[in-house]
Nanobody
Framework: QVQLEESWGGLVQAGGSLRLSCTAS???????MGWFRQGPGMQRELVAS???????DIADSVKGRFSISRDNVQNTVFLQMDSLKPEDTAVYYC????????????WGQGTQVTVSS
């Protein structure tokens, strides 16, 4: 069992930046780590993920503005968000998964990001 805790969400003006952190209760070395978001009335969507080898996938909607990184020593994953837009407003969730995912698929409680115009 892995517990995830997100932090450093908040309110920011359009064009600003935030850096979200997600700290795990145990080792994340074997996990693919991801950030998802769910806006008002929207389905949860993948924002970015990073595999244990360091390969990253970034959603087209945030490509060039967001980046994901991980620190396997500190068991933390980061989401750097630059040039924020009002449409980035959402609850951001951290995810950790590894095979078999039916047994190893964990979520944080989420952190609110609000971007004002």
């Amino acid at each position: 069992q892995v517990q995830l805790e997100e932090s450093w969400g908040g309110l920011v003006q359009a064009g600003g930046s935030l850096r979200l952190s997600c700290t795990a209760s145990g080792s994340i070395g074997m996990y693919t780590m991801g950030w998802f978001r769910q806006g008002p009335g929207m389905q949860r969507e993948l924002v970015a993920s990073i595999r244990r080898e360091g390969y990253t996938d970034i959603a087209d909607s945030v490509k060039g503005r967001f980046s994901i990184s991980r620190d396997n020593v500190q068991n933390t994953v980061f989401l750097q968000m630059d040039s924020l837009k009002p449409e980035d407003t959402a609850v951001y969730y951290c995810n950790a998964k590894r095979p078999p995912t039916r047994l190893h698929d964990y979520w944080g409680q989420g952190t609110q990001v609000t971007v004002s115009s």
